[in-house]
């Protein structure tokens, strides 16, 4: 089983939705990140987050929205969502402040499946 | 601009034979190189992370090689397994930051293990 755990395993919404992706680890990781996954490409970031702050942002769309509510939990918040934004999203966490530290391997949770009707 | 090519795209081999699985990058400066294993409707899982100075290294069936000076990397999947089908994503962490996010994702290879 993952260490990082992502709830729900499959989210099936409407446009006018709203909805929020979890994600939880109790590694004593101090960064997380949210990737979007489709199918037969590589996981693109979207977010990161070092020490429950945010420090990237991939000039991702508004309608979604991060939240650390503490060093464990990480949650995505989505709004009026479009059909495009069907993906597999995945969330992970490396134990270093972040990205910019060199030689953290990240852990991946099982992600979301989301479907955007 | 830093790049991670992974080849073949997709490969099918028997049951029990060995295959490798290769992976040419232009990231820099380069800081390590990683071999994840994604199962269908599964996250990543981390195979191997190689540093500038290792040459190879063994996780069980998986010995993955790096070359820094050619920067080219293979991952060697011996007596293969049904459960070895998946994808192998090859990525590449720049020492400072590189990329916006410091990590370079290889396409993958999809491996499909025949019976």
């Known amino acids: 089983d993952t260490e990082v755990t992502q709830t729900p395993k499959h989210l099936v919404m409407g446009m006018t939705n709203k909805k929020s992706l979890k994600c939880e680890q109790h590694m004593g990781h101090r960064a997380m990140y949210w990737y979007k996954q489709k199918a037969k490409k590589p996981p693109e970031l979207m977010f990161v987050y070092s020490y429950e702050k945010l420090s990237i942002n991939e000039s991702v769309p508004s309608r979604f929205s991060p939240e650390c509510p503490n060093s464990s939990l990480l949650n995505l918040h989505l709004h009026a969502l479009q059909p495009e934004d069907s993906a597999l999203y995945l969330c992970?966490?490396?134990?270093?402040?972040?990205?910019?530290?060199?030689?953290?391997?990240?852990?991946f949770g099982d992600g979301t499946r989301l479907s955007i009707l | 601009k830093n790049q991670v090519e992974q080849s073949p795209q997709s490969l099918i081999i028997l049951e029990g034979k060995n295959c490798t699985l290769q992976c040419n990058y232009t990231v820099s400066p380069f800081s390590n190189l990683r071999w994840y294993k994604q199962d269908t409707g599964r996250g990543p899982v981390s195979l191997t992370i190689?540093?500038?100075?290792?040459n190879t290294k063994s996780n069980g069936r998986y010995t993955a090689t790096l070359d820094a000076d050619t920067k080219q990397s293979s991952l060697h999947i011996t007596a293969s397994q049904l459960s070895d089908s998946a994808s192998y994503i090859c990525?590449?962490?720049?020492?400072?930051?590189?990329?916006?996010?410091?990590?370079?994702f290889g396409k993958g290879t999809h491996l499909i293990i025949q019976p």
């Open positions: 990525v590449v962490s720049a020492k400072s930051g590189g990329g916006a996010d410091g990590l370079t």
């Open positions: 190689m540093t500038f100075s290792e």
């Open positions: 992970a966490s490396s134990q270093g402040g972040g990205l910019r530290r060199a030689g953290q391997p990240q852990h």
